[in-house]
């Protein structure tokens, strides 16, 4: 399942999902009354995430949350330091649960390797069977996450993921399965850059 990002951008600007755990986000979402300009993606990326893929902190893999799937669409601007996400969870069950100030993640780690959240995003609404957010986040980047006395966003950019994809994965937690229910490895996703022919307000 694959999705356009001429969707995404339409959808950015009809249900914004703003993260509802940290106000501080809301300051960085992308939906302000001003110039409105056309806004171009310098990479695209469409990651599905799957129980199989989740290890814990010790690299062990912890079998997610049997039968649910992620699809995790992000559109990154590297020049202005946004990333737009279109997020969908199947079958997700319980309550959302991490220590970040959401439970849905990009973190930094390799295949196979627990690592840092980088940056956080709404948690997508609905039911069990299907919940879905939308929206655009802009550093500076907080994850609510501390170590060696800083958030694990601070100095955090888009362009450190476009510069090596693979490092990266997506995730999501639930309180039935709190290492992750779903985790997708980023690839090498697409560089061409799309034009969105419709207006973003930035």
């Known amino acids: 399942m694959k999705l356009s990002f001429t969707t995404l951008a339409l959808a950015v600007l009809t249900q914004a999902s703003p993260v509802p755990e940290a106000k501080e986000h809301d300051k960085r979402l992308l939906f302000k009354q001003s110039e409105c300009i056309p806004f171009e993606y310098t990479s695209t990326f469409n990651i599905i995430a799957t129980p199989d893929q989740v290890v814990g902190t010790d690299n062990i893999a912890t079998g997610g949350l049997a039968n649910a799937k992620g699809i995790f669409n992000f559109g990154l601007n590297s020049k202005e330091d946004v990333i737009c996400y279109n997020i969908t969870l199947l079958n997700f069950r319980g309550n959302y649960q991490s220590l970040a100030l959401t439970s849905t993640h990009i973190h930094e780690g390799v295949k196979g390797k627990a690592g840092p959240p980088r940056i956080v995003f709404a948690n997508p609404v609905g039911d069990d069977r299907r919940r879905n957010s939308v929206g655009c986040v802009k550093g500076p980047f907080l994850t609510g996450i501390i170590a060696d006395g800083k958030d694990t ?23 039935l399965a709190v290492p992750g229910a779903v985790r997708g490895q980023l690839d090498r996703g697409s560089k061409k850059g799309s034009i969105i022919d419709v207006h973003i307000s930035i």
């Open 153 to 175: 966003g601070t100095g955090f950019t888009v362009k450190k993921i476009e510069d090596n994809p693979t490092n990266f994965f997506a995730d999501s937690h639930s309180s």
